[in-house]
Structure formats: C-alpha cells, structure tokens
C-alpha cells in the first residue's frame, strides 16, 4: 500500500506552501496518498488538489489553549494512523509537539517564512520554542536566508535542514506578448506600459508600497498596474488608488486561479514586501519573460541573474518608484529574457520533485 503522508497546515489557502504542495502532490502520483488538515478550517485551496490523486481534506480539531489543542491533534492522528506527518510553518508548531510528544510518527517540517508580527524581529518564545521542538527533525527551507536562521538563530544540525528551492513548470507560462484582448477586457490601452503584481493582498505584502511608487513615477506613457490577489488590504489599496488620483490606472482584479494569461498582459513585473523567502509568484514572472522590480527581501536579489539585480531597492517608496523608473529606461525586454532562461535553468520543477520525493522516501526508510 502507498504511504499516506498527513499534512497540517495553519490555513490551506492559496498561498505559497499550499500551491507548491497540490503541485507536489499531484508529481508524485500514486506512491502516496494523503490527508491535509488546516488548523483554522479555511480550506480554499482545496480546488488546486488533482482529483485523480488519493487526497483527503479533513476537519480540523477543536482549538483551546495549545495543550489542549496538542492533546486533540494526539488523537487526531491516533485515528488516521499516518505514516508521516508534514507540518507546515510556526501555524502548525502544536501540530508538531503532538507528532513529537506520542513519539510513534515520523515528521519532516517545512518553514517557508514568518508572520506579520515578526517584521521588526524575531519573538523570543518563537526561537526557544523551534529550538526545542525542531531538535533531532528534518526541516525543510526554500531559501538560503531561512538555512541561515536556522542553523544559526535556531541552532539546527546543518545535516538535518534541507535546503529545496521553489520552482514551477517554466513551460505553463509564455513570454508576455501585451495580450491585446485581455487588456481590451481591462480597459488597458494597447500602448501603456503595465506593471503587474501577484500575491496575497496582506500587510507584509505592503501592496499600497506600489501604489504610491507608481504615482511617483514620470513615464513617457501611460503607466498602468494591474493587481491579482485579495485579502484585509485590498480596502487600504483602494483606498491608496483614490487618495492618488489613480482609479483609471490600477486594476485590482482580486484571486486568479491561473494567472499565465495575466503574466502576458504585463510588461514589467514588482514586489513591494516587506518580507519574503522565495516566492514563486517571483518565479512565474521570470518564466513569463518579465523584467522584475523588487525590494531587496529574502533571496530575491540570488534568484535573479546578475543584471537584474541593480532593481532590488531599499524597503520606502521613493526607493521603489526610482528603481522602477530606472528599469523603464533600461532594455527591460532583454532583462526579461535572461530572467526566463534563469528560472528554466535553475529552478526546474522536475528538479524540485526528485528532491522532495528523495527526503520523503528516507524519511519513510529511518521510520521502518
């Protein structure tokens, strides 16, 4: 019988760690089955699942105080008999003690980024709490920055932390073109110049950044954005738009579940955050054939080839609104095509796969 893997995630929208693993659960096919629990019950990325997979969403326990939720996560997984159990981020630490505290199965944990409250520095409790329950586990991080942390600031054995890029599949998304009929439907001129944006619409994303960046921005054309992503700060967004005079320029299009078309219609592409690790609308938009503009945050400036990084800019707006003007005045074409070649190169899904199939099947091995 194939191995059923059990997931816990803090929410399972669709954010990074939830697409990349529908993706990795549909890779590897019928060699695992798997159960996927969100703690706070959201379970919006339930339609990226394949359907031809043997995958499961199951109810989430009740939630009380951590050892109460500890206990019920005990007998959750009592009931489902995993044969390993993956947790997912500072979301699913209790999920973890559970794992760890009944001591009959094997956990790999994956750490991806860190909360909102975390942008100033890191709590304390946090850093204690990974140090103790991460100790003697396999830890799974997709940037360099996060191997840093924690083998430095959560003291983990190098050996046990596994460094596994993001990727995608470079072939799902074509070199942007403008996409005329989808800026017809926008109401984009043919002739702007659009910068686009991908992401949770979330403080930490500071997509209102962008917004006043572009209104300081000089352009020659019209310079337009085009925005995916919704979430609590979509209203400060608006907000922004109105207060700056850009209401026929920005198109807040809310969550699009497959944004190649998107990528197309954009001639540039930004990050405003105020953190990230190794995103992968980042990697979409380098596969697109897009010039990038970002804030210098997570491994962005090691993911992009050499002549882009120049456009990684302090974390202000006046900083952004000069790096995006400076890209303009570049060859943002040719950028565009080196990022593509890079992320085909270096950041293959099929790589991605083998490797994360390889930790699993060891993790499997020493449980046996």
């Known amino acids: 019988m194939s191995a059923h893997l059990l997931h816990i995630f803090s929410t399972f929208v669709a954010g990074g760690p939830q697409v990349r693993t529908a993706q990795l659960i549909?890779?590897?096919?019928?060699?695992?089955?798997h159960s996927i629990v969100a703690m706070d019950g959201r379970e919006d990325a339930r339609s990226l699942l394949p359907p031809e997979v043997d995958c499961h969403v199951l109810p989430?326990?009740?939630?009380g105080g951590s050892l109460r939720t500890v206990r019920r996560i005990r007998r959750l997984l009592g009931e489902v008999q995993p044969d390993l159990v993956l947790t997912y981020n500072?979301?699913?630490i209790e999920a973890l003690m559970a794992a760890r505290l009944?001591?009959?199965?094997g956990t790999l944990h994956h750490e991806d980024g860190f909360r909102p409250d975390e942008l100033g520095g890191f709590k304390k409790r946090r850093i204690w709490a990974r140090r103790?329950?991460?100790r003697g586990r396999d830890v799974i991080v997709p940037s360099n920055t996060l191997?840093?942390?924690a083998t430095e600031l959560w003291q983990l054995d190098a050996q046990r932390v596994h460094w596994i890029p993001n990727s995608i599949r470079v072939e799902n998304f074509q070199p942007?073109?403008?996409n005329a009929s989808r800026r017809e439907r926008l109401g984009i001129p043919r002739d702007a110049i659009v910068i686009g944006s991908v992401g949770h619409l979330r403080g930490e994303k500071n997509p209102v950044r962008l917004i006043e960046a572009v209104a300081d921005v000089e352009c020659a054309r019209a310079l337009h954005v085009l925005m995916l992503g919704d979430g609590a700060e979509r209203e400060n967004v608006e907000a922004a738009v109105e207060r700056l005079g850009l209401r026929s320029r920005v198109h807040l299009v809310g969550h699009r579940e497959n944004p190649a078309e998107d990528y197309r219609t954009m001639d540039l592409f930004a990050l405003s955050s105020d953190?990230?690790?190794m995103p992968i609308a980042l990697l979409e938009a380098m596969a697109s054939g897009l010039a990038v503009v970002s804030t210098d945050v997570g491994d962005v400036r090691e993911i992009l080839p050499a002549e882009q990084r120049e456009f990684c800019c302090q974390l202000d707006a006046p900083s952004l609104a000069r790096a995006i003007s400076r890209l303009l005045e570049s060859d943002h074409k040719k950028l565009g095509r080196a990022n593509r070649a890079r992320a085909a190169e270096r950041f293959s899904f099929e790589g991605m796969v083998a490797a994360y199939r390889e930790r699993l099947e060891a993790e499997l091995a020493a449980r046996a």
């Open 60 to 63: 989430a326990p009740e939630r």
């Open 176 to 178: 942007a073109d403008g």
């Open 90 to 92: 500072w979301g699913a």
């Open 102 to 105: 009944g001591g009959r199965h």
């Open 26 to 33: 549909g890779a590897l096919g019928a060699d695992f089955r």
């Open 275 to 277: 953190t990230e690790q």
């Open 147 to 149: 191997f840093r942390i």
């Open 132 to 134: 103790l329950v991460l």
